[in-house]
């Protein structure tokens, strides 16, 4: 994966479109972005916006998380562009996804096939705001089907924190085992495994719009867990009947509301 800074000048904005101008050093290209019908137009062709065209779904969301801090004219936004990286869709939660970092470059893949002979991680999490408490409970199965169990919880927090933490706190004790199979019902967790996590880091730890990423220290640990790993991630519906991921989801709401 090639990485290329770029350098975003906010042109105009109303009427849901933004023009701006994209720059990365050595070129630069005025853009117009269509959110209403999430179309591009770009006003001139040349080698800037032959990537740009060819990464056009990466640059869609870089506009779209810029567009959410509300820019003016004349606001420059910069932002680390990964070409030719490899973004999950919403189909391909129904399959295996494996982002395999035990190589210098973080492979990113779809399967409609389990890996065999593998540790499993199953997590849930639960944030009950009566009592303002966030609880998570998790299972490791190992390759002979032994089971270990963990769980803890904490004040404050929110539904999206807990399953973070829960994944979190179970490949903390995985730190030996360089293939995992991650279940969890958080697309949020699966997602910023994947994806965000990535760009995150290469812009230090901040959204296009410059506000500081949400949760960021539990990312950046969740980040460092997944290092030389195999992560296997298979995205589980809440409550479709898998058994160990209701002990968990009944584990964790019993602790969050006391």
């Given at each position: 994966?090639?990485?290329?800074?770029?350098?975003?000048?906010?042109?105009?904005?109303?009427?849901?479109?933004i023009s701006?101008?994209?720059?990365?050093?050595?070129?630069?290209?005025?853009?117009t972005?269509?959110?209403?019908h999430?179309?591009?137009?770009?006003?001139?062709?040349?080698?800037l916006?032959?990537?740009?065209?060819?990464n056009?779904?990466?640059?869609?969301k870089i506009?779209?998380s810029?567009l959410?801090g509300?820019?003016v004219?004349?606001q420059?936004i910069q932002?680390v562009?990964?070409?030719?990286?490899t973004f999950?869709?919403?189909?391909?939660?129904?399959?295996?996804i494996?982002?395999?970092?035990r190589g210098s470059?973080?492979?990113?893949?779809?399967?409609?096939v389990?890996t065999?002979g593998?540790?499993?991680?199953?997590t849930?999490?639960?944030?009950?705001?009566?009592t303002?408490?966030?609880?998570?409970?998790?299972?490791?199965?190992q390759?002979?089907g032994?089971e270990?169990?963990f769980h803890?919880s904490?004040?404050g927090?929110?539904?999206?924190?807990?399953?973070?933490?829960?994944?979190?706190?179970?490949?903390?004790r995985l730190?030996m085992v360089?293939?995992v199979q991650?279940?969890?019902?958080?697309?949020f967790?699966?997602?910023g495994?994947?994806?965000?996590v990535?760009f995150?880091?290469?812009n230090?730890?901040q959204?296009?719009?410059?506000?500081?990423?949400?949760y960021?220290?539990?990312?950046?640990q969740?980040?460092k867990?997944?290092?030389?790993?195999?992560?296997?991630?298979?995205w589980?519906k809440?409550?479709?009947?898998?058994?160990r991921?209701?002990?968990?989801?009944?584990?964790?709401k019993?602790l969050?509301t006391?």
């Amino acid at each position: 994966m090639t990485r290329k800074n770029l350098l975003l000048t906010v042109i105009a904005v109303g009427n849901r479109r933004i023009s701006f101008e994209v720059s990365d050093g050595s070129g630069r290209v005025m853009v117009t972005y269509d959110e209403e019908h999430a179309g591009f137009t770009f006003n001139e062709n040349n080698n800037l916006s032959e990537i740009l065209v060819h990464n056009k779904v990466q640059l869609q969301k870089i506009i779209k998380s810029a567009l959410n801090g509300k820019p003016v004219p004349g606001q420059q936004i910069q932002c680390v562009f990964i070409q030719d990286f490899t973004f999950i869709n919403d189909r391909d939660y129904n399959h295996f996804i494996r982002i395999d970092r035990r190589g210098s470059v973080p492979l990113i893949s779809v399967s409609d096939v389990e890996t065999t002979g593998i540790i499993k991680l199953i997590t849930d999490g639960s944030y009950a705001k009566v009592t303002d408490r966030s609880a998570f409970a998790g299972m490791i199965v190992q390759k002979d089907g032994g089971e270990e169990t963990f769980h803890g919880s904490f004040t404050g927090g929110s539904s999206s924190l807990t399953e973070l933490v829960a994944v979190k706190e179970g490949l903390s004790r995985l730190n030996m085992v360089d293939e995992v199979q991650v279940n969890t019902d958080s697309r949020f967790v699966i997602r910023g495994l994947v994806q965000w996590v990535h760009f995150w880091k290469l812009n230090d730890w901040q959204m296009a719009h410059g506000r500081k990423v949400k949760y960021a220290e539990h990312w950046q640990q969740l980040d460092k867990l997944g290092e030389g790993k195999l992560l296997e991630l298979k995205w589980i519906k809440a409550h479709s009947g898998d058994s160990r991921h209701d002990m968990c989801h009944q584990l964790a709401k019993k602790l969050a509301t006391g």
